[in-house]
């Protein structure tokens, strides 16, 4: 994510970065069972890369079957042969905001972020991460205008993507309309996480944003193992900032702020959340909104 971007359309060639990025590492050490934080308890067991092993064994069909569920067999056995399946080496660029808009891409195995640059091109913020199941360039292929890419998209990991050609995916969805049913499913979930994300920047504290940042990273991407959720992301402190809106140094000053009020552990190179109860009093969000964040990391 610290790399500079060159511009280049269409999809892009192998050759990504090899920068080493800082891991990320989240653990709690008290998770509430109160109702009102019961989100707080879906906690995955099984490890992100053993999760990302099992997708990328996964045929196509099968994989776009999970991804589609409205579709019947015979739908995704052909959604499948339109598909490309691609693979893209950490840190590099799938699509470059501004540049042609090829079709569609959904994550089979890895993470990606998708981020937005400044009008003067100058500087970047990451506004959410893509996981597995989840998809870009809808918007381009959909709106019936130009087709650029209104985002940029760049691999935090290795990755794998099923990728589809946009006048491909146009003709069958006119062949098979079921498919907008799981469309407007994923399409209705992003306008509700857009809504909330900008009333809560808008109105709420670093703080508060901070801490549903933290709740709704461990719940998607921890491992619970006896009573402490670990989480281990490819994720930088910039990114992190960057997905706050803020700098990396008014950032650092808010996770003093949460190790002085006890809310994390003393450790600097990772993170560990020491009450979640109160963690998740300071964030002020409903289950439902925070399964919405969580879905939309």
Request: aromatic content about 6%; hydrophobic content about 40%.
């Amino acid at each position: 994510m610290l790399n500079s971007i060159t511009s280049r359309g269409g999809m892009a060639s192998q050759h990504g970065g090899t920068c080493e990025k800082p891991r990320l590492a989240i653990g709690i050490e008290k998770c509430p069972s109160t109702a009102s934080l019961a989100s707080l308890q879906r906690l995955r067991r099984i490890p992100g890369d053993m999760i990302a092993q099992s997708e990328s064994n996964q045929s196509v069909s099968e994989f776009l079957a999970k991804v589609f569920p409205a579709l019947e067999t015979g739908e995704i056995e052909e959604l499948a042969r339109i598909s490309l399946s691609t693979h893209y080496r950490e840190d590099e660029l799938i699509a470059q905001e501004g540049s042609y808009a090829s079709g569609i891409y959904v994550v089979k195995s890895g993470l990606l972020s998708i981020g937005k640059y400044s009008s003067r091109g100058r500087t970047k913020r990451c506004l959410r991460f893509l996981a597995v199941g989840e998809m870009f360039g809808l918007e381009a292929v959909f709106l019936e205008r130009e087709a650029v890419n209104v985002q940029f998209a760049k691999t935090l990991v290795e990755s794998s993507l099923v990728f589809v050609e946009r006048s491909n995916i146009l003709a069958f969805s006119k062949d098979h309309p079921r498919l907008f049913k799981d469309l407007n499913r994923w399409l209705a979930r992003e306008v509700i996480m857009l809504e909330f994300k900008l009333t809560r920047e808008t109105v709420e504290s670093l703080d508060r944003n901070l801490a549903l940042l933290l709740l709704a990273l461990g719940n998607k991407y921890g491992v619970s193992e006896q009573d402490v959720l670990h989480l281990e992301l490819p994720v930088s402190r910039q990114t992190m900032a960057e997905m706050l809106g803020v700098s990396v140094e008014t950032l650092m000053r808010a996770l003093k702020r949460f190790r002085e009020l006890g809310l994390l552990g003393p450790e600097h190179g990772r993170i560990t959340i020491l009450d979640g109860v109160r963690l998740a009093e300071r964030a002020r969000v409903s289950d439902f909104y925070l399964s919405i964040i969580e879905e939309t990391l």
